[in-house]
């Protein structure tokens, strides 16, 4: 079993900055990818980043240049940097790890007000 504890949400104006950041914990030898979901209400579950254990990432659209997802493998954390903020990013945030099976944090509220 894998266990994931984000931390990082807050409320914030739009233009502004946030870090997210999840840590895995469990029986634990090497994880794949890791990375971050949304969900904004009324909406589907959408892919926000991943990173693999190689260190390749990537990013949807519609954050590209403004989300950039790290990961520290020797303490099975992953990250995500949130810059020039907008109201449409206001979402719970979800971080994700692969290991033999996906795993899911209970979600982190970021909120971006005009």
């Known amino acids: 079993q894998v266990q994931l504890v984000e931390s990082g949400g807050g409320l914030v104006q739009a233009g502004g900055s946030l870090r997210l950041s999840c840590a895995a914990s469990?029986?634990?030898?090497?994880?794949?990818?890791m990375g971050w979901y949304r969900q904004a209400p009324g909406k589907q579950r959408e892919f926000v980043a991943t990173?693999?254990?190689?260190?390749?990432?990537a990013v949807a659209d519609s954050v590209k240049g403004r989300f950039t997802i790290s990961r520290d493998i020797a303490k099975n954390t992953v990250s995500l940097e949130m810059n020039s903020l907008k109201p449409e990013d206001t979402a719970l945030y979800y971080c994700?790890?692969?290991?033999?099976?996906?795993?899911w944090g209970q979600g982190t509220q970021i909120t971006v007000s005009s």
């Open positions: 990173i693999t254990s190689g260190g390749t990432t």
């Open positions: 994700y790890v692969d290991y033999a099976r996906r795993y």
């Open positions: 469990g029986s634990i030898f090497t994880l794949n990818a």
